[in-house]
C-alpha cells in the first residue's frame, strides 16, 4: 500500500526565532528549541561546534538499543558526524546506525511525538576542539530483529545517561504509531478518489496517483487530525462526514524510513471539478477496472481491490442464504470440491491449505456459500479475476470466471452463481459482449 500527500512526509514545523542573538542553525534544531526554549541557555554556546547526531532506538517493550561498554566508555546511543551525501540530521544518524549495528532503516519509523525534530540535544566532544552538539532523535523498532553485534538492550530507567533517561521518564517512547494519514475516498457506487501528485524531483512519487493525505506534523493531535488538516490543505471544498480507520499501511518515505501510514475509509458522492485543488495536478473519480492505466503504486492499487472486494460482498437480504465464504471454511470447501471424486492421500488437507491461503489473501478470488440448518457449508460458487494484456490505444481490462460450483441438495447454483457475478460486477469486470462463451457450463460461466 503508499504514503500519501504530496509533500515530503516529514516537515519540520513552522518555527519561530527561539533567540535573535543565534547563529544560522538546522531547522531541527529550532523546532527542538521551540519545544524546550528552557534549555537555549545551556544549547546556544553548543551551536558553533562541530555537530554529531545519533539514533535512540525504541523496541515494542520501550527498550532501548545500547552500544556496549567499552574500558573508559559507558554504554551509549549510536552516532557519528555529518558526512557529503547525508540529506540532513535524520540522514546522519541512520548512516551512523547502521554502521555501527548494520540495522537498515526500513527497520525503523519515526514517532509520531517528535517526527524529525531530536528528542534530546546535549553536549558532547568528538576529536580535538571545543564542546557540539549531538542530536538525539528517536526511532521505533517496529519488528522484532536479532540483537546487533556489540549491542544491548535497555530499560528507560538504567540508561547512563542521566538528561537522556529523564528525557525518555517524562516522554516515554510508546507504541508505533502512524505518521502518515490517508482517505480512501468512494462513492458506494463502485467508484474511488484519486488526486494526482505533481512532478517534481524533491517529493515522494512525484507524477503518481495517489489517495489524498499527507504527513503528520506536532500539532497534531491524532491521525484523523492529520487527515482532516492535509484535505484542507490540499482540497479545500472537501467536507467529509465520518471516517473510519479502515487499515495500517507500511510504505517506504525518501530517507528510507518504514511510514505508518494510518488509512481511513470515507464515502464522499460529490464533483471533484468543485474541490479548489489547491496541490497536485488534478482529482477524479476512477473504477477498479481503470486502475491499470494508471501510474500509481501497487500497494495503493492493492488495497482499492481489496476495498471494492469486500464492498462487493453479499449483503444480507441481497440473495438471501448466501454469505461469503472464510478461510475458516477452507475445509469445507476443499470437502465440496472432492464430493463423488475419488482423490488422492493427503489432497483435502493441501486443498484446504491452499483455499485458505487465497481466501485470506488474494483480492482476486471469492467464493460464496450456501449452509445447511447447522451452518455447514452445502454449496458453493468460487469466482477469480486477473488482468488481461490490453489492446493497442485501449485501458487494461480485467477478465473473470465463476470457476466452480457444487450445487447443494436441491441441485441449484443460481443464487451462488448471481452472489458471485455480483462479486465481479462490484470489482469491475465487464460481461463479454453476447454469445461469448456460449455452451460452457455454469462451472466455468465466463465473463
Same mark, same amino acid.
Given at each position: 500500500?503508499? &504514503? ?18 543565534? !547563529? ?13 526554549? =528552557? ?42 558526524? !555529518?558526512? *557529503? ?8 544518524? @541512520?548512516?551512523?546506525?547502521?554502521? &555501527? ?21 546535549? !553536549? ?19 519488528? =522484532? ?58 517529493? &515522494? ?66 464533483? *471533484?471539478?468543485?474541490?479548489? @485543488? ?9 473504477? *477498479? ?93 468460487? =469466482? ?62 465466463? &465473463?
Amino acid at each position: 500500500m503508499e &504514503w500519501s500527500g504530496s509533500r515530503p512526509l516529514h516537515r519540520w514545523e513552522k518555527s519561530r526565532p527561539v533567540s535573535s542573538t543565534l !547563529p544560522e542553525v538546522h531547522p531541527a534544531v529550532r523546532a527542538y528549541l521551540d519545544r524546550n526554549p =528552557a534549555e537555549l541557555p545551556a544549547i546556544a554556546p553548543l551551536l558553533g561546534g562541530q555537530p554529531s547526531c545519533s539514533a535512540v532506538v525504541a523496541d515494542r517493550d520501550g527498550r532501548i538499543l545500547q552500544l556496549r561498554p567499552e574500558p573508559g566508555i559507558d554504554a551509549r546511543c549510536p552516532g557519528g558526524r !555529518p558526512a *557529503p551525501g547525508d540529506r540532513g540530521p535524520v540522514a546522519t544518524a @541512520l548512516r551512523a546506525l547502521r554502521a &555501527w549495528t548494520r540495522l537498515p532503516p526500513e527497520a525503523l519509523s519515526l514517532t509520531a511525538r517528535h517526527l524529525d525534530v531530536p528528542v534530546h540535544i546535549a !553536549p558532547v566532544v568528538i576529536g580535538p576542539g571545543p564542546l557540539g552538539a549531538e542530536l538525539r532523535f528517536l526511532f521505533h523498532l517496529l519488528d =522484532a530483529v536479532a540483537l546487533p553485534p556489540g549491542c544491548e538492550w535497555r530499560t528507560v530507567d538504567a540508561l547512563p545517561d542521566p538528561a537522556l533517561r529523564a528525557r525518555l521518564q517524562a516522554e516515554p517512547p510508546g507504541p508505533a504509531e502512524a505518521v502518515n494519514a490517508s482517505a480512501l475516498i468512494h462513492d458506494g457506487a463502485g467508484r474511488y478518489l484519486l488526486h494526482l501528485r505533481d512532478d517534481l524531483p524533491d517529493i &515522494w512519487a512525484p507524477g503518481e496517483f495517489g489517495l489524498p493525505g499527507g504527513g503528520r506534523e506536532g500539532g497534531d493531535r491524532s491521525a484523523e487530525d492529520t487527515l482532516r488538516r492535509e484535505l484542507a490543505e490540499e482540497l479545500p471544498g472537501l467536507r467529509l462526514g465520518q471516517v473510519l480507520p479502515l487499515t495500517v499501511e507500511r510504505a517506504r518515505g525518501q530517507d528510507g524510513l518504514t511510514v505508518p501510514v494510518q488509512v481511513f475509509a470515507a464515502a464522499w458522492e460529490g464533483d *471533484p471539478r468543485t474541490l479548489g @485543488l489547491r496541490e497536485g495536478v488534478l482529482v477524479r473519480w476512477f473504477r *477498479p477496472a481503470e486502475l491499470g492505466r494508471l501510474r500509481l503504486q501497487e500497494s495503493t492499487r492493492e488495497l482499492i481491490l481489496r476495498h471494492a472486494a469486500a464492498a462487493g460482498a453479499v449483503a444480507p437480504g441481497r440473495v438471501p442464504g448466501v454469505r461469503r465464504a472464510v478461510p475458516e471454511d477452507a475445509a469445507a470447501l476443499a470437502g465440496l470440491r472432492a464430493a463423488g471424486a475419488t482423490v488422492l492421500p493427503g489432497w483435502l488437507q493441501e486443498c484446504a491449505e491452499r483455499f485458505a491461503d487465497r481466501l485470506a489473501h488474494d483480492p482476486r478470488t471469492a467464493a460464496f456459500v450456501r449452509e445447511d440448518g447447522a451452518g455447514e457449508p452445502v454449496a458453493c460458487a468460487w =469466482a477469480e479475476y486477473r488482468e488481461l494484456l490490453p489492446e493497442p490505444g485501449r485501458p487494461v481490462a480485467l477478465a473473470g470466471e465463476v470457476v466452480w460450483t457444487v450445487a447443494g441438495p436441491d441441485g441449484a447454483t443460481g443464487d451462488l452463481v448471481a452472489a458471485a457475478e455480483g462479486w465481479l460486477a462490484a470489482v469491475g469486470v465487464r460481461r463479454a459482449p453476447s454469445g461469448a462463451g456460449a455452451g460452457l457450463p455454469v462451472r466455468h460461466r465466463r &465473463w
